[in-house]
């Protein structure tokens, strides 16, 4: 059952749906009107939704086909919620598990999270909050998929230079003064700041920096900061005492304890909100923790890596970051370039996708075609190497050829062509019309980068958001 699960669900990513995207949702409710609400709304934010009405009817429903995501209630006659959690991980099916409550508090959502659940929503709520659970939920699988496939990496890494560290590929000169940079400041202890865009391998950079130096036995633990939930921060990074609060039936070493003799990986520090941030300072500073319910502080042993996609000194500027803490990070900053701005490394990131593609799926593609490769160094790679390895993912399954070939890649790479360039050589003089060419191409730059958050995406473009309200509907923008 285990395997076919995988397997299906495997395929379906391969199949164009992305790395981490979860699209199969099954329901499990007692209540009908319920039950009818989720699918109608799933089905709007264009997920496929079945709903089931009972804890044992799920696991059958389990039994016959995958489901990326089991949304349940937790009080059901029979198999509650709780109780379907455990079947769920007692048969080892491969599915992320949401419990609804309408009695949810933080006892409550500790419980649902030590039987293995990711998280809760609790009853009455707005529809947009299940999709924002959902959402969290995707990104949290994309990471565990990145991080299953960035452990194959390292496994297979090859000792030749030319391939920079780790399994890091790369010959450019940007990317290679950043491997000098790692060797430097492998050994010490001292505090890195990673930064750079969504896609660009900052963890493969922070693991880098962990098995280059001195604490490459120790442990490497990475967590992603907005991906926990502000009540659970606490107690993740820094552990809790049996008896601390309801439910604390047994110690919990957080996670600077799990990562002492080695190095803590906090992606995404930009996301920790305003009061975790200051006992994370006090941990920096002194070295020491103290779990929740605890009377003595431990000390830790752990260097800290720490990235973001954020800029940090604007957000201090604005008062969602602590200065004080942005110095204590700050130590050594590594910012990594995109890819549009080492498209030297794309022929061989090709390669590289190709081989172990064909390794993964057991295809026999011998790589890509002069025009496609074209249109591969021509774009702009908003997604950075992650769009490169989905794209590359994505043509060698459609592929029906010896060859990746032009008409294989997706449609906004075949048509993209860089607007801006073209139009300039193409001899068009007006300043009009390139300008609103660029307006457009920041535009939807500034959204996929935000994820489509239009007022960040305001904040970027340094205009109002009636003005970027505007803007969209002028150029006909949908969703990215």
Known sequence: MQASTREKQAGRAAAGQGAGALRHVLVVDDEESLRHMLIVLL??????????????????????????????????????????????????????????????????????????????????????????????????ERLRRENAALKQQLARASKDESRGLSSMIARGPK?????????????????????????????????AVHEQGPRASGPFVAVNCGAIPEALLESELFGHKKGSFTDAIRDKKGLFEEASGGTLFLDEIGELPLAPQVKLLRVLQEHMVRPIGAVDDLKVDVRVVAATVRDLALEVREGRFREDLFYRLNVITIPLPPLRERR???????????????????TDIDGASPEAMKLLLEYGWPGNVRELENTIERAMVLCDGKRIEADGLPERIRESRDRIRLSLQSGELSIKKTTRIIEEELIRKALRETKGNRTNAAKILEISHRALLYKIKEFGIDDL
């Not at 995501?69 to 919620?81: A, E, Q, T, W, Y």
């Not at 000098?180 to 693991?207: D, F, H, W």
């Not at 490394?345 to 057991?362: E, P, S």
Request: proline fraction near 3%; glycine fraction near 8%; hydrophobic fraction near 40%.
């Open 175 to 207: 990317m290679q003064e950043i491997f000098r940079t790692i060797r430097k400041i492998a050994e010490y202890k001292t505090t890195v700041l990673i930064t750079g865009e969504s896609g660009t391998g900052k963890e493969l950079v922070a693991r």
């Open 43 to 140: 089905k709007r934010e264009g997920y496929e939704a079945t709903a089931v009405g009972s804890g044992e009817q799920a696991l059958a429903e389990l039994a016959e086909r995958p489901y990326d995501v089991v949304l349940s209630d937790i009080r059901m006659p029979k198999l509650g919620g709780l109780e379907l959690v455990d079947e769920i991980k007692k048969r080892d099916i491969a599915t992320t598990i949401i419990l609804m409550s309408a009695f949810g508090n933080i006892d409550v959502a500790l419980e649902a999270m030590k039987r293995g659940a990711y998280d809760y929503v609790s009853k009455p709520f707005r529809p947009d909050e299940v999709v924002l659970v959902l959402k969290k939920a995707e990104e949290r």
């Open 344 to 362: 030297e490394d794309i022929a061989q990131l090709v390669d590289h996708f190709v081989a172990r593609t064909n390794a993964k799926l057991g």
